[in-house]
């Protein structure tokens, strides 16, 4: 099946900082998305890639689609506490499971005021 | 705000018993999907369905589980004879389409004693 490498598994910055994380996967994805979860919530989307190489931002967050269709990035800047939680990435394959997500194992952030 | 809701949020059963997990979709949305997530995990396809069909449950144990998403009323999540490998956070989403962006729910949070 499908896998996703995510990383860092977790990250302690402090607040004001920037901080990326990414995905990589063994198989080619359509679609690329980035979930925030917090404690006892479900994943909240923060930002979906529908073309390799499309950049989006969404606030102080900025997600891009890698080339090769089997990378994402997230960028958080000038991160603030609230910005704690997972950010879990998501990829969609093509052709008849084009519904299912993949999930990575998410990043922890912690935010240090 | 007409949200995924899922109840219960929390559920605790004695191993052997059933557990049964509700989750309407959004307004307007016709395809439900119901993920697991263990502990410091991402989250794990099980099962999609559309009104009165189950589309691809290959995600779904063979055994014990079983899913539902009646003409009427919610879709049902059930678990039988429940194991304490069963406890995991269980969330559903909806979408307005195969394919579509997916809207997860706040999860429901079984432990099995």
Redesign the interface.
């Given at each position: 099946g499908q896998q996703l490498n995510q990383s860092p598994q977790s990250m302690f910055i402090q607040e004001g900082e920037d901080v990326s994380m990414n995905c990589t996967s063994s198989s080619i994805f359509n679609t690329w998305l980035w979930y925030k979860q917090d404690p006892g919530e479900g994943p909240v989307l923060l930002i979906a890639l529908y073309k390799a190489g499309e950049l989006t931002s969404n606030g102080r967050l900025t997600a891009q689609f890698g080339i090769t269709r089997k990378d994402s990035f997230l960028n958080i800047s000038a991160s603030i506490p609230s910005d704690v939680g997972i950010y879990f990435c998501a990829g969609r394959g093509s052709g008849g499971s084009n519904y299912k997500l993949t999930f990575g194992k998410g990043t922890l952030l912690t935010v240090n005021p | 705000n007409a949200g995924?809701m899922?109840n219960p949020r929390h559920l605790v059963r004695r191993r052997g018993q059933e557990a049964r997990l509700r989750c309407s979709p959004m307004k307007g949305h016709s395809?439900v999907?119901w993920?697991r997530q263990l502990p410091?995990?991402?989250?794990?396809?099980m099962v999609?369905l559309q009104k009165e069909n189950i589309?691809?449950e290959s995600?779904m144990p063979k055994e014990r589980f079983s899913a539902e998403f009646p003409k009427e009323g919610p879709s049902i999540l059930r678990i039988q004879q429940v194991v304490r490998g069963d406890s995991a956070a269980y969330?559903c989403a909806s979408?307005p389409s195969?394919?579509g962006?997916?809207?997860?729910?706040?999860?429901s949070?079984l432990t099995v004693l």
């Amino acid at each position: 099946g499908q896998q996703l490498n995510q990383s860092p598994q977790s990250m302690f910055i402090q607040e004001g900082e920037d901080v990326s994380m990414n995905c990589t996967s063994s198989s080619i994805f359509n679609t690329w998305l980035w979930y925030k979860q917090d404690p006892g919530e479900g994943p909240v989307l923060l930002i979906a890639l529908y073309k390799a190489g499309e950049l989006t931002s969404n606030g102080r967050l900025t997600a891009q689609f890698g080339i090769t269709r089997k990378d994402s990035f997230l960028n958080i800047s000038a991160s603030i506490p609230s910005d704690v939680g997972i950010y879990f990435c998501a990829g969609r394959g093509s052709g008849g499971s084009n519904y299912k997500l993949t999930f990575g194992k998410g990043t922890l952030l912690t935010v240090n005021p | 705000n007409a949200g995924v809701m899922q109840n219960p949020r929390h559920l605790v059963r004695r191993r052997g018993q059933e557990a049964r997990l509700r989750c309407s979709p959004m307004k307007g949305h016709s395809h439900v999907y119901w993920y697991r997530q263990l502990p410091e995990e991402g989250l794990k396809f099980m099962v999609y369905l559309q009104k009165e069909n189950i589309i691809d449950e290959s995600g779904m144990p063979k055994e014990r589980f079983s899913a539902e998403f009646p003409k009427e009323g919610p879709s049902i999540l059930r678990i039988q004879q429940v194991v304490r490998g069963d406890s995991a956070a269980y969330f559903c989403a909806s979408s307005p389409s195969d394919g579509g962006e997916l809207f997860f729910g706040e999860g429901s949070r079984l432990t099995v004693l």
